[in-house]
């Protein structure tokens, strides 16, 4: 082949290559016209390959572009690649990548050049680097510090953002693990390392975990920690391990906040019902593994409710607060002094080997309420009545345990509160009893199970019934007859009272009507009301269409109240007594010596009468104290204008000791227990007989 094949020949391969090539390609003499395009170039720059043929290199080249880099071309053997903007034929501009070389061509010396597009390469360029901007600004935004640990290495890089939020400075920090861990809250590193671990063994799918960390201020600060493994070594083991720390003191504080009201309770802060009960629950357990035991001390506050309702709920409230500081005083620091509401508390006591241990903090605890509480400057007496129940001898969890420790407090009260009772089966007993009378409670009045006994009153200048007091009575065919000491605080409670209460009444004045109209028309009825039923608004109403309906006179009822109505301060309480002495009705004070026996509230609610408590009755004539005291009430109630009955005489002597005090009226097993209406109208027959004159 000759030379001149050759050159052809080596045309045609050229020719061939840059046809199908899909890269612009060109060749321009020395001065920048071109000599030949291939098709790709011709469909880049948007113009025929004839028009091309036509223009140079230059013409090519978008306004301002440098148009040195042609003549480096042509004066170098080396390639040249520049990167410049190219213009369309319509106009439009792009970027490209522009590689000279100079070349032989057809035996002349001139420039071949490959042209690439390269608007896409610049483009994830760009939008690379706008996100990886993003990022650092959300970074920042986001105050989150970054990590960048080479576990080959051990060296850990940290951002700016990681010294700053933790109040280091970039000097003097050391980049190791290690260091990192000395910062890490000593009880949470144990966490920290595991869940880093478990990840980088690859048993967890994520690593993200909270501990606390120290700033260089000494104060711990809550971290947030995550973060991916990002390199591996040929064996796939982790290599380079990067993450962020975020700072999450807020919401942690948020958190513990909520996690804290959840538990706590707001006024005295000692743990509520919910983590008290839970407390036990883990003691109980606790107990059954080492074989120990746990008393459990049920404490309610004595009359609480009554220094509430009278002294306002504020002072209460800081009643509540002052007890609960004395509770916690008394116990050691491993037991639980919790409050389940309102006046109650418990006491858990664990990890006890017998159950007197326990006894001296009971003690000391009662000893708390013996001093004076100063609430604003006022000196209050408040006691205290504590249930024990101890497991697991007493219950077999804790709930059984709560329960019988709570019948065993009422029974605390029921000796006389300030005091303490261990819990006993009976006791068990006697809740259950309530729980009946609750539920048997439901429902009787319809069924008819209710009924008034009388008891008489007896004038005891003459010697005559002057009236009687209605007293209920409940027979139910489950619990037999139920007395009204057991019942009628169930039927506050529950609400029933108000139906009891109007049922008494109704029967009690169309019974006296009755009486009335047969035996003596100045026959008094006397009829209990209870705290309960002052809240029925209906009440005044109530008595007075009573009254009319029966045609019994408004004197002729007395209505019997106790202090507890009284004590409540509510100026309705005051509204309605004055309402019904209004009507004319008579009130009476029952009770009298039991609670506060506050003189003043006789003198500032319109009492016509005083009921001196059976409890000083029965001492009248064996102690000179009560018969002291009974000598100053009557004396002073008589100088009130207030005539005096004296209940529960049972012996001739009690009643000629009140006669000679000038006491003006008894009622007693004396003279008759509580009796049906029949019994009763027998009994007032018998007595019209012998006050009519023998023949
Ligand atoms: N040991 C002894 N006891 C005597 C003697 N004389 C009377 N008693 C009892 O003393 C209580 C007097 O009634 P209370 O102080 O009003 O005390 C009453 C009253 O507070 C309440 N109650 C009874 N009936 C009603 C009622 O209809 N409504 C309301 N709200 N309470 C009632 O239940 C309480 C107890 O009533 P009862 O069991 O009927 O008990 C009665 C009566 O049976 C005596 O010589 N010796």
């Not at 201020?217 to 995550?226: A, K, L, N, P, V």
């Not at 006046?343 to 000391?364: K, M, Q, R, Y």
Request: a negative charge; one cysteine or more.
């Amino acid at each position: 082949m000759d030379a001149q094949q050759l050159i052809e020949q080596s045309e045609d391969i050229f020719k061939v290559l840059t046809e199908e090539s899909t890269q612009g390609i060109s060749v321009a003499d020395l001065d920048g016209n071109y000599i030949y395009v291939n098709p790709a170039f011709c469909q880049m720059m948007g113009y025929s390959e004839q028009e091309l043929l036509q223009l140079t290199v230059f013409n090519m080249k978008a306004p301002k572009q440098d148009h040195s880099s042609f003549d480096k071309t042509k004066n170098s053997k080396e390639k040249q690649a520049v990167q410049v903007n190219l213009q369309r034929k319509d106009g439009s501009i792009f970027p490209s990548e522009v590689i000279g070389k100079k070349i032989n061509y057809k035996g002349e010396l001139c420039v071949l050049g490959t042209v690439q597009d390269i608007s896409d390469r610049i483009a994830t360029h760009q939008a690379l680097a706008e996100s990886e901007y993003r990022y650092h600004s959300a970074m920042q935004v986001a105050n989150d510090g970054i990590w960048d640990w080479n576990i080959k290495t051990g060296v850990v890089r940290f951002d700016e953002r990681y010294f700053t939020m933790a109040g280091y400075e970039k000097d003097g920090f050391a980049y190791t693990l290690v260091e990192w861990q000395k910062r890490v809250h000593p009880d949470d590193l144990h966490i920290t390392n595991k869940a880093m671990q478990q990840y980088l063994d690859g048993k967890a799918n994520s690593y993200d975990v909270e501990f606390r960390f120290l700033r260089k201020d000494q104060s711990y600060m809550w971290i947030r920690s995550r973060g991916k493994v990002i390199e591996r070594d040929e064996d796939n083991q982790p290599k380079r391990f990067i993450g962020t720390h975020s700072d999450i003191s807020v919401q942690k504080q948020h958190e513990e906040k909520i996690l804290h009201q959840a538990h706590f309770d707001s006024l005295t802060y000692l743990p509520n019902r919910f983590l008290s009960l839970d407390r036990l629950k883990h003691s109980c357990q606790e107990a059954n593994r080492k074989n120990e035991l746990v008393a459990l001390l049920f404490l309610d506050l004595d009359d609480f409710k009554k220094i509430n309702d009278t002294l306002g709920h504020e002072t209460g409230d800081l009643l509540l607060i002052e007890a609960a500081n004395r509770l916690r005083s008394v116990v050691r620091s491993v037991d639980t002094v919790g409050r389940l509401g309102g006046d109650e508390f418990v006491i858990i006591l664990g990890s006890l080997s017998n159950v007197e241990e326990a006894h001296p903090i009971i003690e000391n605890l009662l000893n708390q309420f013996r001093e004076m509480f100063i609430i604003r400057g006022r000196e209050l007496m408040l006691t205290a009545s504590v249930g024990v129940a101890v497991f697991p001898n007493d219950a077999s969890d804790a709930s059984e345990l709560l329960r019988n420790a709570d019948s065993a407090m009422y029974d605390a009260k029921a000796c006389g509160r300030n005091t303490f009772s261990y819990y006993t089966a009976q006791m068990n007993q006697c809740a259950q009893r309530r729980l009946a009378i609750e539920e048997q409670i439901h429902g009787a009045l319809n069924r008819q199970e209710f009924s008034i006994c009388y008891q008489a009153k007896t004038d005891l200048t003459s010697g005559e019934i002057m009236g009687a007091e209605a007293l209920l009575r409940w027979h139910n065919p489950v619990l037999g007859n139920v007395p009204p000491d057991e019942f009628i605080s169930v039927a506050e409670q529950t609400g029933n009272i108000i139906q009891l209460g109007q049922f008494v009444l109704k029967q009690a004045l169309s019974q006296t009507a009755r009486w009335h109209k047969q035996f003596n028309a100045d026959f008094q009825i006397a009829i209990n009301l209870s705290p309960r039923q002052f809240r029925d608004p209906m009440l005044v109403n109530f008595i007075e269409d009573s009254l009319k309906a029966t045609g019994v006179a408004a004197d002729k009822l007395e209505l019997e109240i106790t202090e507890g109505v009284l004590l409540s301060g509510h100026n309705y309480v005051e509204a309605m007594l004055t309402n019904i002495t209004n009507l004319g009705v008579q009130l009476a004070m029952d009770d009298f010596g039991t609670g506060y026996s506050s003189l003043s509230y006789l003198r500032s609610y319109p009492f016509d009468v005083l009921k001196i408590d059976r409890s000083f009755i029965n001492e009248i004539t064996n102690s000179d104290k009560d018969k002291a005291l009974i000598n100053a009430v009557v004396s002073m109630s008589h100088a009130l204008n207030l005539r005096v009955v004296a209940e529960g005489i049972e012996t001739d002597e009690q009643c000629n000791y009140l006669r000679k005090l000038g006491c003006d009226y008894g009622q007693g097993y004396l003279f008759s227990k509580p009796i049906t209406a029949d019994a009763m109208s027998s009994l007032l027959e018998q007595s019209m007989q012998l006050a009519q004159p023998k023949n």
